[in-house]
């Protein structure tokens, strides 16, 4: 036999499973078939007359069994056939719960079955007639009415049955009651709706209209949005992991979850969280590209409306029209249709925010050390120290992942710095290959000793990721950097920081560390809360990212293109700083607000900036929200050699105002000295990370202390967060490439990035964004254009930067620049109050011309 056809054999839990299933379901057809060919006259628990042939299909054995169930439970013991084969089943699907049972979740459904089971019986037996000669309820039901009757009357008691019943519903099932009257309102709608279309059903011409397509599409859809805003039960809806316990897939549905996995928004727990992500987001419009299918675009924006979402929607690439109010874009599901589009196929909402069974489920191994064994290294450590003239007593032992601390009393005098000075010595006595010293532990007297574990644990991103800290956090920017030496998640903000300095030497796991810090942000904001700039000298660390709607403009790689990306930031964040004083707001956070009110309230603001002489628009454009701008540079020393100095100013000019306009920096680099991070650099950028690096002098550079030397490389690392001077250490997250790719692919799905030109030509097309303040290199040189711009200009009389802007087909800051060159050459007069310029040069010769 071929390998590709040999029998695919289970292992041995798998084959005890499936025995399960099929006794399961064995035991209870032949329970039901016993319940359903009862005899009175055959033998059992309750008869005595006994003639001697058994009437029951299942024989002595099954008569005895239902003569039992229906003397305990009357009519309900039907439902015991139900509960077998469903225990069998369960057993079966869920081969992986069981070992991680819940034992709160089990215990609710278990008093929810019980309810359900009793309550029924006790209303079947003051309602229904007997059924066998036995009561309807069986003893059960007669024991519970008994009781409850003479306290409650019959209607009090049929009331509160009802109610156990309906509690014990819940409890059982885990399904919300209102969940149920939604589903009857979708399905009276529904069937009236279909009442309504029926005679169309008999017109050949017709078509399949949007209410033939059954109430099932309805309910599906009704289904996802109600799984999503609720989360469903943890126990249920669990895929795989206790790490992935809070993430939710609709098991009853595995169809979908297996084609279209973008459904499943799992980072979302709370309904808060959805609504906030499901509902469209403002866009800038000009940022998206036309086409893109985007679920973040503005549907409060005028020309856009909700519509009902069992609409057909439209496959064709669409464009929002932002002023023409005839053109009515529709927002379907959260994908913009424009009018007159054939709507063709269905197509299922996509999640705002990809989904976090894109990254691996770890294969997760944990440190087998005992207590015993800590307690003797504990002793060991007390030893050594004790053979270098220190006494100290081991207080408290802390297991990590990938280091444990042991938190030392030291006796009176000894100075902690001298167990600093000490460490390599310790490192090799206790055979370690790294130990650190944290000799101020905040809220402690102790000292701590960090030492390497023998079996060292990766903390994987799927693992951090899925934390509350990081779910919940409301920040656009946050990031999870890894676990703290506890194991518990480290999630940080980049909007706090405001910038963060990345460094250590090669190998030391810093690429892993921003494509995870990256990720996480791809996890927590679109493309309209948060923008890339991605500087990658290197060629190969950042491409991968290329193509993503956040992108402000290609990942550079050209260090000049470089250069104009920063002096672009600077311009940027100037002209944020003007907008936010014109709105009187203090920072980004407080312009979106205002942006965000003042549109829905139906008066946008428009831009305040705007010159009617300096662009081709007939009037302001609508002033929408500001998404925060993240420039990542991944070898910032290459940067430094190419460009130079400018470039330090200007990293130094964005660090110091950029927080309040949302530009952040992250800046690697895997040399660090002090030519590359530089006083003005340090100075600017409170926030660092140290990965492992080579020796105490690197160590300074970065942290202005030592520590980093003492890291064991592979994501481990010291982060200094702003405003303190104790480092914490966090053991990086692992993430994959191919990890990277597939939340990226995820990306590419939800659309294309807009590039602004603006951000990389500069020099490349002769023109550069000046700064304010900031001299050309080429200052002297005239444009090429100069002098046959001043001809159309004193020809057509018409000096306005607009016209030979577009007479000459050129940018604006290169058209503003010639007609400066003109002001000062007295060609055109200075812009009048009217925002108007004069000619003052008489027309050229006609034969110039
Ligand atoms: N958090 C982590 N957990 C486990 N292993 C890691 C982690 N981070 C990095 N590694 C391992 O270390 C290797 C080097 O990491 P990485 O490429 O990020 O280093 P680097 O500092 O960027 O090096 P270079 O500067 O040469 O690019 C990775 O291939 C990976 O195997």
Known sequence: MSKGNSVKTLSGVQRLLEGSLIFCCMTATYVLIALSSFHSSDPGWSQSNFDGEINNLTG???????????????YCAYIIPIIIALTGWLLFKRTHKLLEIDYFSVGLRLIGFLLIVFSLAALASMNANGIYGFSAGGVAGDVIGQAMLPYFNSLGTTLLLLCFVGAGFTLLTGISWLTVV???????????????????????????????????????RFKERRNTAAGEDDEESNEDSPAAKT????????????????????????????VQAAAPINIDPQMIEPHIAAPWVNDEADDVELIDTDNKVSSEPVSVSKRNEQDKAKVVDGIVVLPGQELE??????????????????????NPISQEELEQIGKLVEVKLADFNITANVVGVYPGPVVTRFELELAPGVKASKITNLSKDLARSLLAENVRVVEVIPGKAYVGLELPNKFRETVF?????????F????????????????????????????????????????????????????????????????????MLE???????????????????????????CVGEMERRYKLMSALGVRNLKGYNAKIKQAKESGEPIYDPLWKSSDSMEPEAPELDKLPSIVVVVDEFADMMMIVGKKVEELIARIAQKARAAGIHLILATQRPSVDVITGLIKANIPTRMAFQVSSRIDSRTILDQQGAETLLGMGD?????????????????????????????????????QYIEEILQGSAEGEQVLLPGEASDSEEEVDALYDEAVAFVTQTRRGSISSVQRKFKIGYNRAARIIEQMELQGVVSAQGHNGNREVLAPPPPKDYV
């Open 60 to 74: 002595a054995v099954g008569a005895w069994l239902a003569d039992v169930l229906f003397y305990f439970f009357g």
């Open 182 to 220: 939604d589903l009857t309102g979708y399905a009276t709608i529904w069937f009236f709706r279909a009442l309504k279309e029926l005679p169309n059903k008999f017109k050949p011409e017709m078509g399949d209209t949007e209410d033939t397509r059954g109430f099932l599409s309805v309910v599906e």
């Open 247 to 274: 993430v939710t897939v609709n098991k009853e549905k595995p169809k979908v979850d297996s084609v279209q996995p973008r459904i499943e928004p799992q980072i979302f727990e709370r309904s808060e969280d959805f």
């Open 345 to 366: 196929q269905e197509r299922p909402p996509m999640a705002p925010l990809p989904c976090i069974s894109l990254l691996d489920v770890p294969n997760r191994t944990t």
């Open 461 to 469: 991103m799927r693992d951090v990721l899925d934390c509350e800290d």
């Open 471 to 538: 779910r919940e956090n409301p920040s656009h920017l946050s990031m999870v950097l890894g676990a703290d030496i506890g194991g518990k998640p480290v999630v940080v903000d980049l909007g706090k920081m405001p910038h963060l300095l990345v460094a250590g030497t090669t190998g030391s796991g810093k690429s892993v560390g921003v494509n995870v810090m990256i990720t996480s942000l791809l996890y927590k904001s679109g493309p309209d809360d948060v923008r890339f700039i991605m500087i990658d000298p290197k």
């Open 542 to 568: 950042l491409s991968v990212y290329e193509g993503i709607p956040h992108l402000l403009c290609e990942v550079v790689t050209d260090m000049k293109e470089a250069a104009n990306a920063l002096r672009w």
């Open 717 to 753: 690392m010291l982060y200094l967060p702003p405003g303190t001077s104790i480092p914490m250490r966090v053991h990086g997250a692992f993430i994959d490439d191919h990890e990277v790719h597939k939340v990226v692919a995820d990306w590419h799905a939800r659309g294309k990035p």
